[in-house]
């Protein structure tokens, strides 16, 4: 908070001297109190999440924290109730995800972004280069060789010129050139744990991929443009899990449940 005061940025879309929060246009949702601001600055962090008191009668959708910390879905409605996890036993193992601005003229979407070094390129799905209006610039045929030698055919597909900005507009924008892919990967869960997040926090890092229910993957950057991304800076976490700072903002990778 501190810092964006700082900064003189906008607490809702985080622009820097752009306007203040009452002007902003942004439609910004919080993923746990549904205010109107990202969830990274939302102040409920650093608390429990209470269940739903709401009547039986009435169905509703809360976010709530599961006894190993979890931030969990709870969908009730009548007598019963269903909590949909992203952790097992173990917790799922995390992809380094992030949320970034795309930048197409004068229109920003925010997408989500799978950092991917084990892919040789770098892809944008085919629904939002159409979305975003796209210019293409050539095409390329080439095939993909998947886990298990297994390889799809041989097919043309388009090419973009990205840009990519972090949710925090002090950063630099970033260009590459990505491939159209129709879908590039299915279910990738995210950060639950909020003893994990709050320990990020207490050390100035927050993060654009947190809580239940991720959206999809529209970007992914391979092993092409991820070396590009990286400055140097990590911080162990434990157990397997690193936080890593990237041009575009902090991702983390590895298991999501600790085990203290």
Known sequence: IEFLKNKRACFTCLRVGNHIEAECRAIVKCLICDARHYTILCPKLE????KS???ATQSTTSLSQDPNGELVNIVSGGNTVSCHMLSSETGPTLLQTLQVRVCAGNTEKTVRVLLDSGSQRSYVTKTLAANLNFPSFGQECLSQSLFG??????KSQKKYNMTLQGLNTITSK???????EEK????VPRLTNLQIINRLKKSNIFLSEIGPNPPNIDVMLGADVVG???TGISMNLGNGLVATDTVLGWVVMGPSCRKE
């Open 47 to 50: 608390k429990d999440f209470p």
């Open 53 to 55: 008191k709401t009547p």
């Open 149 to 154: 030698r297994a390889e799809t055919r041989e």
């Open 174 to 180: 970033f260009r590459f050139t990505a491939l159209e």
């Open 184 to 187: 590039i990967c299915n279910f």
């Open 228 to 230: 590009n991304l990286l």
